[in-house]
């Protein structure tokens, strides 16, 4: 937990005026309404939906049409949408704009799974410059007074960067702001981000805001790689995974709060448990039954929460098969609500890192910056239901 309070500094993207310069990242299977309202009850800032693929909203899947669902208690509804067809991102934003279903939309670039990126999507899509400019323009143009913004990474690997001449693109066709993973396809989510690219592209987008991403897991990197990088605000990933107290810590070193006592393992519980509440409301109206759902899905965050404390291996198993609420909380009982937090081993890395691989990609990909007709076909099976970024 920081200790240094930085001054208060705000953001404004379009629009959208920010008490601190914090986004939450969007995750797949992570950020719906539930985890969303439980960052927000700790700190503030833009949280962001889940990656909807745009093609799956046009058509009103059951899934897309429950992501886009807000809760009354968020007053700011943000959208990140996936796509590789122009019309088809276009209509989507269309859709959420003449709807009145989102107050901010972001368009995701970042994605480096290979089922995306094989087909000319996520990370490997800016490569394709007139692909990318006509996405990014009809967005925008659909969005209306809506701010549409991107996210993406530095390229596909290190040898076909395209995150400078994106920005650039993106900067001129009128997005309100531009946040970058430091990191290219190719790295996934391995080694360390590479934060000098975030300066570079904050040297070379001046006139919209910049936002850095990768490696964020405590207040304290969050204004170092402001003080390094000169970025104007902060996109949280992993390191919010079963620590959605860290927007707190963020807040109050933004200077719009007290920084938080580091939690006990009882608050560590008391967190934990809210969750799993607020996802069987968020799984309310599922056929399998509210809060079946909401345990079953609580069970993927354990290690998260726990990551540090002295919680046995056979408690944890079970917190990990967890059927109900009344089974959680018999569990919950029996940890030592007083132990207190563990510190360092609490601390650092969250999630899969992955290891450096080649990204997969469409036949051929890689000789043209611009569309030819293969690269056509490839693309047009792009869009699925994946995240990342």
């Known amino acids: 937990m920081t200790t240094a309070l930085a001054p208060s500094t705000a953001l404004r993207i379009g629009p959208l005026g920010l008490d601190v310069p914090v986004v939450l990242a969007p995750m797949a299977g992570i950020t719906n309404t539930?985890?969303?309202?439980?960052?927000?009850?700790?700190?503030?800032?833009?949280?962001?939906?889940?990656?909807?693929?745009?093609?799956?909203?046009?058509?009103?899947?059951?899934?897309?049409?429950?992501?886009?669902?807000?809760?009354?208690?968020?007053?700011?509804?943000?959208?990140?949408?996936?796509?590789?067809?122009?019309?088809?991102?276009?209509?989507?934003?269309?859709?959420?704009?003449?709807?009145?279903?989102?107050?901010?939309?972001?368009?995701?670039?970042?994605?480096?799974?290979?089922?995306?990126?094989?087909?000319?999507?996520?990370?490997?899509?800016?490569?394709?410059?007139?692909?990318?400019?006509?996405?990014v323009e009809r967005a925008v143009r659909a969005a209306g007074p809506l701010p549409l913004t991107i996210k993406m990474r530095k390229g596909i690997d290190a040898d076909h960067l395209t995150y400078l001449e994106a920005g650039r693109i993106a900067e001129g066709g009128g997005v309100s702001s531009i946040a970058l993973h430091a990191r290219t396809a190719s790295e996934f989510y391995s080694g360390h981000a590479d934060w000098s690219a975030i300066t570079k592209l904050k040297e070379t987008v001046t006139s919209v805001p910049v936002l850095g991403n990768g490696d964020i897991w405590s207040a304290d990197d969050a204004l170092r790689m402001m003080a390094e990088t000169g970025c104007d605000g902060v996109v949280v990933g992993r390191g919010c995974l079963g620590k959605p107290w860290l927007f707190g810590d963020l807040a109050a070193a933004f200077g719009a709060g007290v920084a938080p006592a580091p939690p006990s393992l009882g608050q560590v519980a008391d967190a934990f448990r809210r969750h799993a509440e607020l996802l069987v409301d968020f799984f309310g109206d599922d056929a399998d039954g509210g809060e079946h759902r909401g345990c079953r899905d609580i069970r993927k965050h354990v290690a998260w929460y726990f990551k540090g404390y002295g919680v046995g291996g056979q408690l944890r198993a079970q917190l990990a098969q967890v059927e109900s609420l009344a089974h959680l909380d018999e569990l919950l009982s029996q940890l030592d609500r007083e132990q207190p937090y563990p510190g360092e081993a609490a601390e650092g890395q969250r999630g899969r890192a992955g290891s450096p691989k080649s990204p997969a990609l469409p036949d051929r990909w890689l000789e043209s910056r611009t569309l030819d007709d293969d690269d056509r076909a490839a693309v047009a099976g792009a869009e699925l239901d994946s995240s990342g970024g």
């Open 34 to 135: 539930a985890y969303r309202r439980l960052c927000a009850e700790y700190g503030a800032g833009l949280y962001v939906s889940e990656m909807i693929t745009s093609r799956a909203l046009v058509e009103r899947t059951k899934e897309s049409m429950r992501l886009i669902r807000f809760h009354e208690s968020e007053t700011t509804r943000s959208v990140q949408l996936y796509g590789v067809d122009p019309a088809t991102v276009e209509a989507a934003v269309t859709m959420l704009r003449e709807e009145d279903r989102a107050d901010h939309v972001d368009l995701n670039f970042g994605c480096p799974v290979p089922k995306v990126t094989r087909k000319g999507g996520g990370s490997a899509l800016p490569w394709k410059l007139d692909l990318f400019r006509d996405i």
